[in-house]
Structures are given as structure tokens and as C-alpha cells.
């Protein structure tokens, strides 16, 4: 399993959450597509999200999300906006 990170909007640089922590995340996941283009982040087709739910709050660090997450969102900061890429 590997992780990249696209910042698409830094956070505050600071505040980055720690094992067990419980983080806000608004999320959209997309399947990877190869044919769709590096400028689109090879976004493919949408199967979930988060938008227009309401918040999704969770523990992060701990298994209780895909381990792509655990891994990517803890590299993140307060208010950050990222691309990950979790492959396989």
C-alpha cells in the first residue's frame, strides 16, 4: 500500500493530528484512472462522498478508516485540502 499527497490548499502548517486523534473530513472518493489525465489527478469515476452529508468525524491513526487515510491524513495540517492517491 503507498500514499502520494497532492496539496491543493496548504493548512496552517502546524496543527497536524496525532494517533487516535478525531478529525473532521469532507471527502470524495474516485476510482484511479489512467485514461482520464494527470491534469483531473486521474480522478475516475466517483463511488462515495461526503458532501452535502454533513461532517465525518473518526478516530484517525487507528484502523477505523482505510489504511490510505490513517497514512495520508496524518501528514496533513488544520484546514489542509489534499489529493491522495492510495494505491493497492
Do not use: F, Q
Given at each position: 500500500m503507498g500514499v502520494t499527497k497532492?496539496?491543493?490548499?496548504?493548512?496552517n502548517e502546524v496543527d497536524m493530528p496525532k494517533q487516535?486523534?478525531?478529525v473532521t473530513i469532507e471527502y470524495t472518493g474516485n476510482l484511479y484512472d489512467q485514461t482520464i489525465g494527470a491534469s483531473n489527478d486521474y480522478r475516475g469515476k466517483q463511488f462515495d462522498s461526503s458532501v452535502g452529508r454533513g461532517d465525518f468525524k473518526t478516530a484517525i491513526g487507528v484502523g477505523k478508516?482505510?489504511?490510505g487515510w490513517d497514512v495520508g491524513v496524518m501528514e496533513m495540517t488544520l484546514g489542509e485540502k489534499s489529493v491522495l492517491t492510495?494505491?493497492?
Open positions: 497532492k496539496v491543493l490548499k496548504k493548512g487516535g486523534d478525531e478508516v482505510i489504511k492510495i494505491s493497492g
